[in-house]
């Protein structure tokens, strides 16, 4: 997941490395087209925590900026929390102490990732991806797209809401996107655009935003 942020006529993006630590680093831009040129260290490690996926950047009211990640606990068979911390002006430069915002639940089937954080109408929505986009978590096949998508079939949009910034968030009952809906297979990784109240989700087949 890769989402970008302007600030004071900048272009900040945030990205996870490919290599066995799963670091977040951080690339600048003048222009959304790029080039852009990432820092020379990565901003968040954790490996032994199965490392950490997944950044997007959010501006609060009042100008105050903060990063929001998945924990890829799921790669060790852990939990997946996503988590907030405040960054400086800079746009990278980290400050305070992370906050778990959420994090997956029976509901969730196993993982909680891509969160995209948004506030609107005086209330902060946070959409996120659960259930397994790959692998064999289900014991056997209850739809005959399983044969076809196996897995990424479950794959859905959830959100949930809070006063703040850094929660207390409470999960929605049922999920925004699942397969089926809005002719959507497997719908994921929301990226949440605060006009006219954008979505825009990837998925297995078809289109939808």
Known sequence: ???????????????????????IGVATSSSPEGPFLSQTLPIICNSSAGGVIDASGFEDTGGALYVVWKVDGNSLGHSTPILIQSVESDGYTLKGSATQ???????????????????WAGWYYIFFSSNSYSGSIHSQLRHLSDLIYPDTHYYDVSYATAKSATGPFTKSATPLLQSGKCSTAGPGGATVLNLNSVVRSHQTRGTQS
């Not at 890769?2 to 630590?21: I, K, P, Q, V």
């Not at 915002?101 to 506030?119: M, Q, R, Y």
């Open 1 to 23: 997941m890769l989402t970008a942020l302007l600030l004071d006529r900048r272009y900040f993006t945030g990205y996870s490395s490919s290599d066995e630590n799963h670091c």
């Open 101 to 119: 915002l959420i994090t997956n639940d029976a509901a969730d089937g196993g993982v909680t990732e891509a969160p995209s954080l948004v506030l």
